[in-house]
């Protein structure tokens, strides 16, 4: 006897739906570049893939599909009695294995692009009408021979065509590119799907490039990690219990990021819609590698007290924020973050934590009225939001007259002073009026 799943609540699914509106708005008219390797293919779940990848054209994203096919190539050598051979994690493609990869490519190309195509009535795909476009857009060169190995017919990308691209994507079409590419001469190489996603990413300027992989990235205590910087996850690769597989998404979310895409995310293929969900919900599923830099942010010193309290002080004249004797920030100095260009403080803000509450007070935020348009009030939100999470809590709170909107735009949300902790609660100035937001983390 099968049981069935049972469906959520209404009240579930309206707030489910009510928390993904950011994200439709945020995603619609975005460039994502998608991998997945020959595995997900295989996988019983591959069709609701394909229902997710359909759904996330419908709401507007701009998709650039590349699937891998190493397990299919594997076979194909494994049936004719040849030889599967790696060296250096690469394979060697020679002669009978160019075959072999040509046959495998071919097929998963033209099984994708017909279950793309599919409209069937009472499916997830009905109406869908998705277009599909494949071509030679990678343009590759020759691995060569290297530590004395001959790799054959097996490439590294030249280039992107860039332009080809775009002109597909701008007609509407999902572009799908496959584990090839194509030399000068006419030849055709063997190039790794995760290389030709990063550089697909890096060369489009693609909002997110999102890996399917095998597993989660775990950290020395077996702990999900959900957020890592480049740098973060280059010595993650020095780790010899990382898999095969998500050493090389790791590898290719480290070189994207560094040329310019602003956030990889690697998901587990095997979470059912687990897609779906790091795309769609505050806290994601899998792992995030960012390229937003936090350059110029650092902790406060004493030397910074002098230029936080010029920063300060305008803000309260105006009666925007409490005001600071200097003997109260020089002895909480240390709770405080700065933003410092060519040696002169232009943002600043304070983390209190309470950690009995699980909370922190966001406060003294304040940005040089020169500077309020170069985005470091998020860089400085961005960054404060990682250091609560470190400290292992799970929402901010602010207590502002004047920059309510500023913070209802960054996810906070309204709340109450029987939402603050019990210390902040007593200490709180109900005279001033102060709204109070509240964000999870």
């Known amino acids: 006897m099968t049981h069935r799943k049972k469906d959520p609540s209404p009240s579930d699914f309206v707030e489910f739906f ?48 590349v699937h891998g096919a190493r397990p299919q190539i594997d076979a194909r050598l494994a049936a004719q009695g040849d030889d599967v051979r790696y060296e250096q994690g ?43 476009a494949s071509g030679n857009f990678v343009v590759a060169r020759p691995l060569g021979v290297v530590d004395g190995v001959d790799f054959g017919h097996t490439g590294v990308v030249r280039r992107v065509d860039v332009d080809g691209i775009r002109q597909r ?19 055709v190489f063997n190039v790794d799907s995760h290389d030709v996603a990063a550089a697909t990413a890096a060369a489009l300027g693609a909002d997110k490039l999102v890996c399917l992989v095998e597993g989660r990235v775990l950290d020395a205590r077996r702990r999900q990690v959900h957020e890592l ?38 998901v587990d293929r095997r979470e059912d819609g687990g897609l779906l969900l790091e795309l769609f919900t505050r806290d994601g599923l899998g792992t995030m590698v960012t390229s937003e830099t936090f350059e110029g942010v650092r902790p406060a010193t004493l030397a910074d007290v002098g230029g936080i309290l010029e920063l300060l002080a305008p803000l309260e004249n105006e009666g925007v924020l409490v005001g600071r004797p200097r003997e109260t920030l020089e002895a909480h100095v240390d709770r405080f973050t700065v933003v410092e260009r060519d040696g002169m403080i232009i943002a600043c803000a304070a983390l ?20 309020r348009d170069g985005g470091r009030g998020e860089v400085l939100l961005s960054f404060l939001e990682r250091r609560a999470r470190e400290l292992g809590l799970d929402r901010l709170f602010v207590l502002t007259t004047r920059t309510t909107h500023w913070f209802r735009e960054r996810g906070f949300e309204p709340g109450k002073a029987k939402d603050l902790p019990p210390d902040r609660r007593s200490q709180m100035d109900r005279r001033r009026g102060s709204k109070i937001l ?3 983390i």
């Not at 701008?170 to 000068?184: H, T």
């Not at 780790?239 to 995310?265: E, I, P, T, Y």
């Open 169 to 187: 994507l701008d007609s509407g079409a999902i572009v799908l590119l496959s584990p090839l590419g194509y030399s000068v001469t006419g030849e």
């Open 18 to 65: 009510r928390g993904s509106a950011p994200y439709l708005h945020a995603h619609r008219g975005r460039t994502f570049v998608l991998r997945f390797g020959g595995e997900a293919v295989e996988s019983p779940r591959f069709s609701d893939l394909i229902h997710d990848v359909a759904l996330l054209h419908t709401l507007g994203v701009r998709l650039v599909l």
């Open 352 to 371: 209190h934590p309470h950690a009995e509450s699980g909370a922190a007070e966001l406060a003294a935020v304040a940005v040089h009225p020169r500077y």
């Open 438 to 440: 509240i964000k999870r």
């Open 229 to 266: 910087t480049p740098d973060e996850a280059e010595a993650m690769l020095g780790r010899k219990k990382l898999g095969a597989d998500l050493r090389q998404n790791l590898q290719a979310a480290v070189f994207a990021c560094r040329r310019g895409v602003r956030r990889a995310h690697l």
């Open 90 to 132: 690469r394979r060697v493609t020679d002669a009978p294995a160019l075959a072999c990869f040509e046959e495998a490519v071919g097929v998963l190309r033209v099984g994708i692009e017909a279950r793309l195509s599919m409209g069937v009535p009472n499916s997830p795909m009905a109406g869908a009408r998705l277009r599909v």
